[in-house]
């Protein structure tokens, strides 16, 4: 396959550097730039479009030779001083690759490979590192999926890839602006719905067998009035100590651990 080489900025870097920072282009694009061994390894692995790969001029390692092999993709070799852009890495960077973002719509909920996990709902999160951090604990709780609903951080973002450390790749993520399309989706399918708040009944007694929806709140202002109308049950971690609350992602990963419990 043909190798494009680029040794200076022109409009086809500008529009992958445009990656790092726009969430416009790249939802406009539908793509998005994926940094680090294991996250492309995981996005290629879960059959993941990769539209390009990029290389620095001159460097090797043989998972990067051998993905460049026998990729499909686009090879694209940068100067040296235009990957570090992309990479985030001054020296030794290996591959940056350019991935396809999948369409939206809770229909594919219904194609999840883990269809008897929990659906886990981040409502309105600030933070696209605590985005990822939920991604990879609901990788490694089985969760089914992650949707991201109302005005939010994105789960494309760098940040909330390089945090997933490539989870966001072994499950169906969503962005949905609102919360009644997933509601609609869970009424219709039996799932109930369980919000989690510091003033919930014990999560001990919470009703997490079966088909369930998690929602985890805005990491400052908790989950919106319009998904604490929906739950079914509102549960909080019990905690002892001085601290007044958890990091949004880590509540969520307690709560995804003892669903994977109850599961067995």
């Not at 990656?19 to 996250?39: A, C, W």
């Not at 985030?88 to 350019?98: D, I, N, Q, Y």
């Not at 973002?157 to 969503?174: C, E, H, K, N, W």
Request: charged content about 20%; glycine content about 10%; proline content about 5%.
């Amino acid at each position: 396959m043909h190798e494009l080489r680029i040794t200076r900025e022109n409009a086809r870097f500008q529009q992958w550097e445009a990656l790092l920072t726009n969430r416009s282009k790249r939802h406009r694009n539908r793509e998005f730039l994926v940094q680090g061994v294991r996250p492309i390894t995981r996005a290629v692995e879960e059959g993941w479009t990769v539209r390009a790969l990029l290389r620095a001029d001159g460097t090797s390692s043989s998972w990067a030779d051998e993905l460049w092999a026998t990729t499909d993709a686009e090879r694209v070799v940068l100067a040296p001083a235009l990957h570090s852009r992309l990479s985030g890495r001054e020296e030794g960077a290996e591959l940056v690759a350019v991935v396809e973002m999948p369409e939206d719509g809770v229909a594919r909920l219904g194609d999840s490979e883990r269809p008897h996990g929990p659906v886990v709902v981040f409502d309105r999160p600030s933070s696209p590192g605590n985005i990822g951090t939920l991604a990879r604990s609901a990788d490694a709780f089985g969760a089914a999926a992650l949707v991201v609903t109302g005005h939010a951080a994105d789960p494309y973002d760098p940040q909330a890839v390089r945090a997933s450390t490539g989870s966001l790749f072994a499950l169906t993520v969503l962005r949905v602006p609102a919360h009644g399309p997933v509601v609609d989706y869970a009424h219709a399918n039996g799932y109930r719905i369980i919000g989690t708040d510091e003033h919930g009944s014990a999560l001990a007694d919470a009703p997490l067998d079966g088909r369930v929806v998690v929602v985890v709140g805005n990491e400052t202002h908790g989950i919106s009035s319009g998904w604490r109308a929906v739950c079914d049950d509102i549960v909080s971690i019990p905690m002892v100590g001085t601290a007044s609350s958890l990091n949004a992602a880590v509540a969520g990963s307690i709560v995804l651990h003892e669903a994977l419990r109850r599961r067995g």
